[in-house]
């Protein structure tokens, strides 16, 4: 009645932004992602006679997260299931706008299914991890990943595996501490009060389709422009919400001038900032110790952090 998973974050190209119904967490648009595999979440489940479920996250109890993860055990194991002890561990900030919690629900489905040998199929799983983070159900596949968003629930498709087209992530850590508004409080936020919103939702799927079609041809330039101006069309129906949504910071900004100044030069990088201050360059790989170069010398950052793109989350030994 014990199993181990780990699961890597993801990071969304074409990135959603509301949800179609909160009640099942569904998104309000569809999406387009990279699983990175540098960065990563083990999630160990033990069910026993204990009398609660228990969460510890890198050595610390976490109350404020465990009923997120008592509900998504329900749906693993059903509600008449013995309670379980979870524990968590990542090798980077949580809370912080790198979808920790992507990887640590996906990682914690996959243990949860093992453990009590339900043998859920990996749709049913990424559904299940998307009640709980709706971008959770990404990282149960690796590389290139579109997700479909419809009223009848997600869907997901694997564009391309890692080594089809081994790009290179450098993300900027520009802040460690939990962001000033969950993602889930945003979106409800953005939804109720943003003038753009609307237009975000109609203009999606054309995104999606170039998004697509460049993964498709290898096409660098093209993901490059719809991936940054997707990126900047969400973070402006989150500063025309009232009150205003804004994760950034001055070493954000920062980072998006260095960019700029790589991309003058020919360099081949883009970037996409997710619903936090971390600033990600996505970029070739002959290009990575340039862009790293100059993020690590841009004021503000605290670190950066390299990755290649990884594969979906799995089974660990415990």
Not at 223 to 231: D, G, I, K, T
């Amino acid at each position: 009645m014990q199993a181990s998973a780990e699961a890597q974050p993801n990071i969304a190209l074409v990135k959603y932004w509301g949800k179609r119904d909160r009640e099942r967490n569904l998104p309000a648009v569809g999406s387009l992602s990279i699983t990175l595999a540098s960065l990563r979440t083990r999630m160990t489940v033990r069910f026993s006679d204990q009398p609660t479920d228990t969460l510890i996250v890198n050595g610390q109890e976490a109350p404020a997260m465990l009923g997120r993860v008592s509900r998504c055990l329900d749906l693993v194991a059903g509600r008449n299931r013995q309670r379980a002890a979870v524990t968590s561990d990542g090798n980077f900030p949580i809370g912080a706008g790198l979808a920790s919690s992507a990887s640590a629900f996906a990682a914690l489905v996959v243990a949860a299914d093992e453990a009590v040998h339900t043998g859920h199929d990996r749709l049913t799983l990424a559904r299940m991890a998307g009640t709980a983070s709706g971008s959770a159900a990404r990282s149960l596949y690796g590389g290139f990943v579109e997700l479909t968003a419809g009223d009848g629930g997600i869907g997901l498709t694997p564009l391309a595996a890692p080594a089809d087209w081994p790009l290179e992530v450098v993300v900027a850590i520009t802040e460690e501490g939990p962001k000033p508004v969950g993602s889930g409080d945003g979106m409800i936020r953005s939804a109720q009060t943003s003038p753009f919103y609307a237009s975000w939702v109609e203009r999606q799927e054309a995104d999606l389709v170039v998004a697509r079609t460049a993964v498709s041809n290898r096409d660098f330039a093209s993901l490059a422009a719809v991936s940054e101006h997707n990126c900047l069309k969400m973070h402006s129906v989150m500063w025309t919400s009232r009150p205003p949504v804004v994760y950034w910071n001055e070493a954000t900004i920062g980072c998006l001038e260095a960019i700029r100044l790589l991309q003058a030069k020919g360099v081949p990088v883009f970037f996409t900032i997710d619903a936090g201050p971390q600033v990600k360059a996505v970029c070739t790989a002959d290009a990575v110790a340039g862009v790293r170069g100059a993020l690590d010398a841009t004021p503000g950052v605290l670190r950066t952090l390299v990755s290649g793109l990884g594969e979906g989350a799995r089974l660990v030994p415990s």
